[in-house]
């Protein structure tokens, strides 16, 4: 099983950016799936989920500004992010659940300059 995420770049503030994260090895369907950011030093954050019925969930600091979405056919899940602001600079990964196992994709790296 693998995911890859990428979209990620530099940013000015109050830009956007789309992020995707496609898995190979197993199927999005029936799971759920989401994206966690980190900061160096810190703690691995949730930022945004969404279930296999596609109810979705996102974390305070980002709602009304981040939607996440999800294509089946393509096992691809994307984070749409808007109004960026420099605290948003993090590495984002992309997670799947399957059953009692989260698979992880390398991050890919979110930068917003102010």
């Known amino acids: 099983v693998q995911l890859q995420a990428s979209g990620g770049g530099l940013v000015q503030t109050g830009g956007s950016l789309r992020l995707s994260c496609s898995a190979t090895?197993?199927?999005?369907?029936?799971?759920?799936v989401g994206w966690y950011r980190q900061v160096p030093g810190k703690q691995r954050e949730p930022v945004a989920a969404i279930s296999s019925g596609g109810s979705r969930n996102y974390q305070d600091f980002v709602k009304g500004r981040f939607t996440i979405s999800r294509d089946d056919a393509t096992n691809t899940v994307y984070l749409q992010m808007s109004d960026l602001k420099p605290e948003d600079t993090a590495i984002y990964y992309c997670?799947?659940?399957?059953?009692?196992?989260?698979?992880w994709g390398k991050g890919t790296l979110v930068t917003v300059s102010s």
């Open positions: 090895g197993i199927t999005f369907s029936g799971n759920g």
């Open positions: 997670y799947l659940r399957y059953d009692i196992l989260d698979y």
